[in-house]
T-cell receptor, first 113, second 112 residues
Framework: DGGITQSPKYLFRKEGQNVTLSCEQNLNHDAMYWYRQDPGQGLRLIYYSQIVNDFQKGDIAEGYSVSREKKESFPLTVTSAQKNPTAFYLC????????????FGPGTRLTVL | DAKTTQPPSMDCAEGRAANLPCNHSTISGNEYVYWYRQIHSQGPQYIIHGLKNNETNEMASLIITEDRKSSTLILPHATLRDTAVYYCIVRATLDTGNQFYFGTGTSLTVIP
């Protein structure tokens, strides 16, 4: 089955630790995205990548980093510089960045203690 | 990208049609209207999109006014599984630079 996987579903970390969230897709999509969602709020774009080895900052990139070494993978690192890292993180992909049907993964809920 | 305005919440009786409105008065001629929904603690799911004409698929219908300043998503026979937050988004295709803005959407509750 084609789709997007995110792991783990729930993640707990101590304050001050970096943590990397996984996102993998086997849809052969060029574009991938990371969003953050806080309770009762919409999605906010953290980073997006239009193609391998390229990525751009979204609205709230501070305290986050990404890489896109492979088409299938777009991991997100939440660094200790992120002031409020506890949130629901969603990864998405689309055929290309101008194509607006985005396919979302199930999300990772990160809790920083 | 044009901004959208949606009511924060709505209720609908099970089996009845759910009509979800969206205002996008500053929409540009090349911007499409997209609808997504998000069931609690899951990733959003694409529903439908349109430019000018009304559209229908297996999930829903999209009615866009002639002046394109507003639209309505119609779920013809709402079920309990349709309880979700529904997002209305306008964006141009071929727009690789601009972001895809999800607002706070409309929280639809389908009541038995």
């Amino acid at each position: 089955d084609g789709g997007i996987t995110q792991s783990p579903k729930y993640l707990f970390r101590k304050e001050g630790q970096n943590v990397t969230l996984s996102c993998e897709q086997n849809l052969n999509h060029d574009a991938m995205y990371w969003y953050r969602q806080d309770p009762g709020q919409g999605l906010r774009l953290i980073y997006y990548s239009q193609i391998v080895n390229d990525f751009q900052k979204g609205d709230i990139a501070e305290g986050y980093s990404v890489s896109r070494e492979k088409k299938e993978s777009f991991p997100l690192t939440v660094t200790s510089a992120q002031k409020n890292p506890t949130a629901f993180y969603l990864c998405a992909s689309s055929i290309w960045s101008g194509h607006n049907e985005q396919f979302f993964g199930p999300g990772t809920r990160l809790t920083v203690l | 990208d044009a901004k959208t305005t949606q009511p924060p919440s709505m209720d609908c009786a099970e089996g009845r049609a759910a009509n979800l409105p969206c205002n996008h008065s500053t929409i540009s001629g090349n911007e499409y209207v997209y609808w997504y929904r998000q069931i609690h603690s899951q990733g959003p799911q694409y529903i439908i999109h349109g430019l000018k004409n009304n559209e229908t698929n297996e999930m829903a219908s999209l009615i866009i006014t002639e002046d394109r300043k507003s639209s309505t998503l119609i779920l013809p026979h709402a079920t309990l599984r349709d309880t979700a937050v529904y997002y209305c988004i306008v964006r141009a295709t071929l727009d690789t630079g601009n972001q895809f803005y999800f607002g706070t959407g409309t929280s639809l509750t389908v009541i038995p």
